[in-house]
């Protein structure tokens, strides 16, 4: 059994920039893919990005974002630059065994956390 919890959110200018962490109970952490989700309104849960012995990242923030993981801390990280309004959603991050391509796909991970919000003004 895995618990994250996310923080870091808020509400930022465009151009700006955050650090959304997730922090993990349990010491199995390390031995877990890693991914970021986020779900805007009215919009399906997109990946973002995800980590196990390499990264992986969706385009549209690819040169943007930099996932990270501290597995001495139990912590998961999304450094997120030069933020656009479009990356106004809830993230979330979640815990699974997925394998590349599967890791893109929400149902491939088991635990999740709650989420925090993101919103980027123009």
Do not use: H
């Not at 509400?11 to 890693?34: E, I, K, N």
């Not at 001495?72 to 656009?84: D, E, F, H, I, R």
């Not at 993230?91 to 956390?113: I, K």
């Amino acid at each position: 059994q895995v618990q994250l919890v996310e923080s870091g959110g808020g509400l930022v200018q465009a151009g700006g920039s955050l650090r959304l962490s997730c922090a993990a109970s349990g010491r199995t952490f390390s031995s877990y893919v890693m991914g970021w989700f986020r779900q805007a309104p009215g919009k399906e849960r997109e990946f973002v990005a995800a980590i196990g012995s390499t990264s992986y990242y969706a385009d549209s923030v690819k040169g943007r974002f930099t996932i990270s993981r501290d597995n001495a801390k139990n912590t998961l990280y999304l450094q997120v630059n030069s933020l656009k309004p479009e990356d106004t959603a809830v993230y979330y991050c979640a815990a699974g065994n997925s394998v590349y391509p599967f890791l893109r796909v929400p149902s491939q991970y088991t635990y999740w956390g709650q989420g925090t919000q993101v919103t980027v003004s123009s």
